[in-house]
């Protein structure tokens, strides 16, 4: 069943996705299990099919954009080159280094990655740290610039190993005399206590250096991308005396960046940025509020309310919840009753963007996500306004068997619900550029009004 709304999925074969599989049977369908069911069972009892590390991985499209070294949005290679004059030497095998050049290939990267390429031997022995610090010495040499500092990004292969790669940043920063610091790509240690985009974030604000405090700054955290440029965010702090709200995506260069020192608190966007935040606050005593990415306008309401009490001030919201709503109604208006697809590859908690759009009078027929203690609250939510929802893991191997005519629907939200669902309208919405508070749901709804009036115009014009 194609959407009424149907648009062109620009870049997104459905090419060989359900007929090169053949008839669905019982045997061979895709594990799911409905909203209420998890919610009854809880977060402790969830099936084994949801939890990545008790079966083989599929690699659906989200598990490619999550794990591949070369991936689109900020993976650990990009992450660790968010500091301004920044330099990356990656010391992997072929295999794990080959793809790199999907990134380096773009123009902000450009002679910012280098290369340490491990043989055989190196692996079995483990003669390649030895040539690390040489490595260094000779990238930074050969640079007419000299850069502001060197991340090491290391492989599964060393996680094997048991690198003591701090240790060997160190023997580096004494023969070059300037930070080197160290990035994981270790899949291995993905559902552990520090996974990769956590470590990264904390390595890259451990070069910030005590510096006297200032009333009037303040650093956001959380994304290696800047906000969008009228999130409301900005404003309310600028509201408070604020001269300095600044963001290490931001920064101009090196110097600039270490002004982030100088903040009287950090805002926490991201819960991957929590360890760094602590960090920060055991260093260089800045404390850290924690706010959360959230597409229900009353919720960001409370939650910018909770943030003036703690701060001692009022935000007037009043303007931007009310655009907020009116984009809601919008869309509404275009596509009543309208079924959803949501994914987990998108600017936005899978599970709170279900429910937003579920309080918001819409079906959301499936999720595509990896549950965690964050987001099963949202779970809890779903379920009690729409127990029927489908759940899948996009890392379940029986996802290879899914069949799209199984749940069809209109929208399709996030670049993995839009593979899956090729005759859907299908937005991506994982831009660099990070949408936020109530400029985010405004901006969300606007795409799909947008994309919802533009596709039935051509519906009309067609019959």
């Not at 010391?91 to 790199?100: D, E, I, L, M, S």
């Not at 190993?161 to 005399?177: F, I, W, Y």
Request: charged fraction near 25%.
């Amino acid at each position: 069943m194609a959407c009424p709304y149907e648009v062109p999925q620009g870049g997104l074969s459905s090419v060989g996705q359900n007929d090169a599989k053949g008839p669905v049977t019982p045997e061979a369908t895709p594990f799911s299990v409905t909203a209420a069911e998890l919610a009854r069972r809880g977060l402790d009892d969830l099936p084994d099919e949801l939890v990545s590390n008790r079966h083989l991985i599929y690699s659906s499209p989200a598990t490619l954009a999550f794990n591949s070294p070369g991936a689109e949005g900020f993976g650990v290679k990009r992450a660790g080159l968010a500091i301004p004059g920044s330099v990356m030497l990656l010391v992997a095998p072929g295999c794990c280094g080959r793809n790199t050049s999907l990134v380096s290939d773009m123009p902000a990267y450009k002679d910012r990655f280098f290369y340490l390429n491990m043989d055989e031997t190196d692996i079995v022995t483990g003669r390649h740290l030895r040539k690390i610090p040489q490595a260094v010495e000779e990238v930074v040499d050969c640079l007419a610039v000299r850069p502001s500092l060197v991340m090491i990004c290391i492989t599964c292969v060393d996680a094997l190993l048991g690198t003591d790669m701090e240790r060997v940043c160190r023997k580096a920063e004494e023969r070059v005399g300037l930070p080197v610091r160290p990035c994981y790509m270790y899949a291995l240690t993905r559902e552990g206590r520090r996974p990769p985009m956590v470590h990264v974030r904390q390595s890259l604000y451990s070069l910030l250096e005590p510096r006297p405090k200032r009333a009037t700054s303040v650093n956001i955290l959380g994304f290696f991308a800047p906000l969008v440029e009228d999130c409301e965010l900005y404003g309310y702090l600028r509201g408070l005396g604020v001269r300095s709200v600044r963001e290490v995506s931001r920064c101009a260069d090196f110097d600039e960046f270490q002004c982030m020192a100088e903040a009287n608190f950090n805002l926490v966007l991201h819960p991957e940025a929590r360890f760094a935040a602590a960090d920060l606050q055991e260093r260089l005593g800045i404390p850290s509020i924690e706010l959360t990415r959230l597409y229900q306008v009353d919720r960001i309401r409370s939650q910018y309310r909770a943030l003036g009490k703690v701060l001692g001030a009022h935000f007037d919201d009043s303007a931007d919840y009310e655009a907020a709503e009116r984009a809601v109604e919008a869309f509404g208006d275009v596509a009543p009753g309208a079924t959803f697809a949501v994914g987990e590859c998108l600017n936005a908690d899978p599970f709170e963007l279900a429910l937003a759009l579920t309080r918001y009078g819409f079906k959301v027929r499936e999720v595509f996500g990896t549950l965690q203690a964050e987001n099963f609250v949202f779970l809890r939510h779903l379920a009690e306004l729409s127990p029927q929802t489908l759940v899948y893991s996009n890392m379940e191997p029986t996802m290879i068997h899914y069949d799209v005519t199984s749940t069809p629907v209109d929208f399709a939200l996030g670049k993995d619900a839009c593979w899956y669902h090729p005759d859907a309208c299908g937005l991506a919405w994982n831009s660099d550029v990070q949408p936020y508070g109530y400029a985010g749901v405004r901006r969300l709804f606007e795409a799909l009004r947008a994309m919802a009036a533009e596709h039935k115009d051509e519906g009309r014009s067609g019959a």
